[in-house]
Each structure stands twice: as C-alpha cells, then as structure tokens.
C-alpha cells in the first residue's frame, strides 16, 4: 500500500464521534515523533509491513491457551494477527521486564508498570529513561485486554499492538529511548540465547524474526493476559457474606445508587464504561470532563495535558479524559490523569463538591463552574460518614493476588 493510500485508509479507519485523524494531528499527537508514524504504520499494516490490519473480528483462541477468566468475565478481544500462545506471553514477559528495550539500558516497561502497584508506578508523572517527565501519570496494566482505547484520551489508539510502540519510540516526552536505534534493539536481543529459540517458538509464520512487528505483538499478548478479579468485592459478589465489612457495604450501595451516581461512569465488569470484548458489536470510548482544572475560569486545562482536545482539535473536548478501571484502586494512587489528587479520600471529595477548586498559583480556578464539564458532575454533598464509606468501597476492590501473582513478574 502507497503512503497516500495508507494515510487515506487509516483516516477512514479512524472517523470516531465526528473526529478525523490526518497527519498533522499525529504528528501533534506523537509531539514530534516523525520515525513513529512510521513504525506505527509500520506495525499496522501501512508502510509494506507483512503485518496486515487486523480484522474486526476476534480471532480464535489456538488449544492450549489457558485465559484463566475470573466469573463473570467475557473472553477478550484479540486481532487476527496475533492470535494468543503460551510462548508468545511468556516471550512478551521477558521483553517487559528487560531493559534492553531502553536507549541506554537503564528502564524497562516495568518501571513505569510495577507490578505491585497493580502495574502503575506511584508517582504523580512518569518519568522516562533520560530524566525527562510525562506529562500524564502511568495506567494500570491491569485487565488492559479490554479497554476500548489506550491511554487517558486517544480514541485511535484501539490496540496494543499499536500502542507499545509508543513508549519504545516516542520523542516528546522519551520514555524508553529507542528513535533511532532499532537495530541496534534487534542485535542486543539476538545477542540473548533466549530471545533466538523464544522467538522462533513464538512466531514460526516469521521464522522467528526479531523485528518491530514481532516485539511488539509479544508484548501485547503478555498485557493481555494480566487480568484480574478476586478482590474482596468480587468474593462479595460470589456470595461471601465476610468479604466485606459494614462500611464497605454501605459504599458498594451509595456508588451503585442514584445518590452517588459513580455508576455512570464506573458500571462495568472493570468499573469504567468503556470495554470492548470477544463478540461485542461495537467499540465505544468515552471521555469526560470531571473539573479537575479551571484556568482562571476559563475552562482551560494546563496546556502540558489538555486530553481529548489534542486529538480532535474541538473546543468542547477540553479537559475531556477516559474514566479508568477502578479495579485496585488502592494501590495505584496518586490519581487522576496528572497524579495531582493524593488519595481516595481526595477523590471521593473532588466529586462530592462537583469539581477542584484551587484559589492560587498559575492553576487557580473553580473547576466545579468549568464550562465544558461533564453533565454527570455535579455537587453531591456526601457526608463525612459517606465519604469514608465510599473510601472503605473502593479499597475493597483490589486484587492483591496480582500484585504478585508469579506469571507476571519479572522472570531475570
């Protein structure tokens, strides 16, 4: 395919709510990153890559492939091109953990993605493999096979595929530092006695190439299969009368009601209200604006992180990011997209007045007056007992058996 036609293509593709890729919002979206729309192509199927597009429909799952799927979960979507296999996420469990996978060899993914923070890292802003600060803080890993877009506000980034690359690549802000430096990646894998038979098993139809492609589909399959539910909540849920204490009982019943109205934006399976699965008919993100910001009543977002703007260039989608899991919420604080709420008795706060007010500094304004806002935000008046009943809630959805959980550790 021509590199009009790629372009062409993958604008139709991406027509979502009114919004239309071209190049020049990529490469704003990408801040710079001109080689990474190559590779992004690259491994999409543009750019005369053997790696097609994947299909809408999800692709069989091979025999011997063991999901481990809590109750109540579906099976997830996956692309045609990379059909799941053992191999294949133990191989994308070595490259997580290695930091090879970083310019200058001193961060892996799993720096950004700790394991026992539920696959955050704990600080505010991500900071990459040069020193240099992101401008968001690091998602949860956790059941990442089903979010209907990656990161906190990009509705084209549907795949994971697609998405490492961005880390490995990315210029502003660099994370792990590889511009420039694919071959010498490839040599420093081929150079591993593992990494040659790994590869080999992993990907026969490639004759086992150690290429973007193949790295990059390795590594999608090992997120996909971190999933998780056995959290208090969820033994609630499957009839353990002790798995809650009275408290967290009281806040299960003020999220799900009309009173707390968390549920509008965290009802599903994973506590947010955009997943995507096996056998689901349409792929919907959605994004909101909670009045985290309100620059000096304007209704501006810092310009580091502006969130769903940045893609569609539309006034109204200031400040509009995804609503995340709320699964092990406990572990992964700080919160919002910029880490700039501390704690859970923070967050529960923030809505119960409606929006963040901050009354100096170059951030002052009342965010609850915001006027792109999301209509779901308003002032809910919780009292002090239900704000520490909703806190109790929310601590009693986290897994600790992932946290630790052997097949997703670091395997060096």
Same mark, same amino acid.
């Given at each position: 395919?021509?590199?009009?036609?790629?372009?062409?293509?993958?604008?139709?593709?991406?027509?979502?709510?009114?919004?239309?890729?071209?190049?020049?919002?990529?490469?704003?979206?990408?801040?710079?990153?001109?080689?990474?729309?190559?590779?992004?192509?690259?491994?999409?199927?543009?750019?005369?890559?053997?790696?097609?597009?994947?299909?809408?429909?999800?692709?069989?799952?091979?025999?011997?492939?063991?999901?481990?799927?809590?109750?109540?979960?579906?099976?997830?979507?996956?692309?045609?091109?990379?059909?799941?296999?053992?191999?294949?996420?133990?191989?994308?469990?070595?490259?997580?953990?290695?930091?090879?996978?970083?310019?200058?060899?001193?961060?892996?993914?799993?720096?950004?993605?700790?394991?026992?923070?539920?696959?955050?890292?704990?600080?505010?802003?991500?900071?990459?493999?040069?020193?240099? !600060?992101?401008?968001?803080?690091?998602?949860?890993?956790?059941?990442?096979?089903?979010?209907?877009?990656?990161?906190?506000?990009?509705?084209?980034?549907?795949?994971?595929?697609?998405?490492?690359?961005?880390?490995?690549?990315?210029?502003?802000?660099?994370?792990?530092?590889?511009?420039?430096?694919?071959?010498?990646?490839?040599?420093?894998?081929?150079?591993?006695?593992?990494?040659?038979?790994?590869?080999?098993?992993?990907?026969?139809?490639?004759?086992?190439?150690?290429?973007?492609?193949?790295?990059?589909?390795?590594?999608?399959?090992?997120?996909?299969?971190?999933?998780?539910?056995?959290?208090?909540?969820?033994?609630?849920?499957?009839?353990?009368?002790?798995?809650?204490?009275?408290?967290?009982?009281?806040?299960?019943?003020?999220?799900?009601?009309?009173?707390?109205?968390?549920?509008?934006?965290?009802?599903?399976?994973?506590?947010?209200?955009?997943?995507?699965?096996?056998?689901?008919?349409?792929?919907?993100?959605?994004?909101?604006?909670?009045?985290?910001?309100?620059?000096?009543?304007?209704?501006?977002?810092?310009?580091?992180?502006?969130?769903?703007?940045?893609?569609?260039?539309?006034?109204?989608?200031?400040?509009?990011?995804?609503?995340?899991?709320?699964?092990?919420?406990?572990?992964?604080?700080?919160?919002?997209?910029?880490?700039?709420?501390?704690?859970?008795?923070?967050?529960?706060?923030?809505?119960?007045?409606?929006?963040?007010?901050?009354?100096?500094?170059?951030?002052?304004?009342?965010?609850?007056?915001?006027?792109?806002?999301?209509?779901?935000?308003?002032?809910?008046?919780?009292?002090?007992?239900?704000?520490?009943?909703?806190?109790?809630?929310?601590?009693?959805?986290?897994?600790?058996? !992932?946290?630790?959980?052997?097949?997703?550790?670091?395997?060096?």
């Amino acid at each position: 395919m021509g590199e009009k036609e790629c372009t062409t293509a993958r604008r139709e593709r991406y027509t979502h709510q009114g919004i239309r890729m071209n190049v020049k919002l990529r490469r704003r979206w990408s801040r710079g990153a001109g080689l990474l729309f190559v590779l992004f192509a690259a491994a999409t199927g543009c750019a005369g890559d053997e790696s097609p597009t994947p299909n809408v429909d999800a692709a069989p799952s091979p025999p011997g492939f063991d999901w481990r799927l809590p109750q109540g979960f579906p099976e997830p979507w996956v692309p045609d091109d990379n059909p799941m296999s053992p191999a294949k996420v133990e191989l994308g469990r070595h490259l997580f953990y290695d930091v090879r996978l970083s310019g200058n060899l001193t961060q892996s993914c799993a720096s950004c993605h700790r394991q026992e923070l539920a696959f955050t890292d704990g600080t505010a802003r991500s900071t990459g493999s040069t020193g240099m !600060v992101h401008p968001r803080s690091s998602m949860s890993l956790v059941n990442v096979a089903y979010a209907a877009s990656l990161t906190w506000a990009n509705p084209l980034l549907e795949t994971l595929e697609e998405q490492v690359l961005i880390p490995m690549f990315a210029e502003n802000p660099v994370e792990l530092g590889l511009q420039g430096r694919s071959e010498e990646l490839f040599e420093r894998l081929r150079s591993e006695p593992y990494y040659v038979a790994a590869f080999a098993e992993s990907f026969p139809e490639a004759q086992g190439a150690i290429s973007l492609v193949t790295i990059a589909r390795a590594l999608a399959a090992f997120q996909r299969s971190i999933i998780s539910a056995n959290s208090p909540y969820d033994r609630h849920l499957a009839g353990d009368a002790n798995a809650l204490n009275e408290s967290a009982k009281r806040g299960l019943e003020l999220f799900f009601s009309e009173t707390g109205e968390c549920h509008h934006c965290h009802a599903s399976f994973l506590l947010n209200n955009a997943t995507y699965f096996k056998g689901k008919a349409i792929r919907r993100t959605t994004f909101h604006n909670t009045g985290l910001y309100n620059l000096s009543n304007s209704g501006a977002y810092p310009t580091s992180s502006q969130g769903l703007i940045e893609i569609s260039q539309r006034p109204e989608d200031m400040g509009k990011f995804k609503a995340p899991s709320l699964r092990n919420v406990g572990v992964t604080a700080p919160y919002m997209h910029d880490g700039s709420v501390a704690t859970l008795r923070d967050a529960v706060l923030h809505y119960s007045v409606g929006g963040r007010t901050i009354s100096a500094g170059p951030n002052a304004g009342v965010g609850k007056d915001n006027p792109f806002k999301d209509g779901l935000i308003f002032p809910l008046g919780f009292s002090a007992a239900q704000v520490q009943d909703l806190v109790a809630f929310l601590e009693s959805l986290t897994d600790t058996e !992932v946290t630790r959980d052997p097949r997703f550790s670091n395997p060096w």
